[in-house]
Each structure stands twice: as C-alpha cells, then as structure tokens.
Nanobody
Framework: QVHLVESGGGLVQAGGSLRLSCAAS???????????MAWFRQAPGKDREFVAA????????YYADSVKGRFTISIDNAKNTVYLQMNSLKPEDTAVHYC??????????????????WGQGTQVTVSS
C-alpha cells in the first residue's frame, strides 16, 4: 500500500508561481526498481487531465503541451517526494491537482488509468 499526500496549493495571481509537493509513504521508491510518478489535474466540469510525469530515476519526464516550458517535475528519492514547480501560471491552470503513482514499467504514462495510487488533491487557483 502507498499513501500519497500533496501540499503546496493555493491562490496566486496570473504570472505567479507555486511549488507542489507529493510525499509518498508505505511501499516507496526504494522497494521497486522502476515506476512512475505523475501529476494530473481536474477543473470543475472537466475530465481529469495529465500534467506531467517522471520516472523513479528522474531520467525521463513527460509534459502536457499546455504546461511545457512553464512547469517542471522533479523527484527526490531520498525523501520519497515528487515536486511540481509551476511558473507563469495562467487562470486556465486553476484546478485540483492530484499526485499519482504506478509501480513497474507502464505504457502511456499520460493515461490516468495506468496509475493505482492517488493523493487527495490540492487546489490551485490562479486569478486574472
């Protein structure tokens, strides 16, 4: 079992920055040799959408086109924590942001159905 806890959400003006954190406990990175951590988000009335993903090793990253060049995902294996640095925020980034974890090799890291474990979400609100 894995428990994921997100933090760092809040209210920010357009153009501002936020850093989200996702702390994992339980069956963490050191137990399995490979895996993927990701961030998804869901705005009211919309489907959950992929934001970014990173391999356990940190060597491979994936980004949604809408956040490329603005967001950076990173991982600290010693702390079992994944981060999402969000810069140049836009009102359309407003959503509940969720952390997700998948163990082993997965295909389609942008597909939410590939992830077994999810955090409770943290609200990000960007005012214009």
């Amino acid at each position: 079992q894995v428990h994921l806890v997100e933090s760092g959400g809040g209210l920010v003006q357009a153009g501002g920055s936020l850093r989200l954190s996702c702390a994992a406990s339980g069956r963490t990175f050191s137990v399995y040799p490979v895996g993927t951590m990701a961030w998804f988000r869901q705005a009211p009335g919309k489907d959950r959408e992929f934001v970014a993903a990173i391999s356990w090793s940190g060597r491979t990253t994936y980004y949604a086109d809408s956040v490329k060049g603005r967001f950076t995902i990173s991982i600290d294996n010693a702390k079992n924590t994944v981060y999402l640095q969000m810069n140049s925020l836009k009102p359309e980034d407003t959503a509940v942001h969720y952390c997700a974890a998948a163990f082993g090799v997965i295909t389609s890291p942008t597909n939410p159905n590939r992830y077994v474990y999810w955090g409770q979400g943290t609200q990000v609100t960007v005012s214009s």
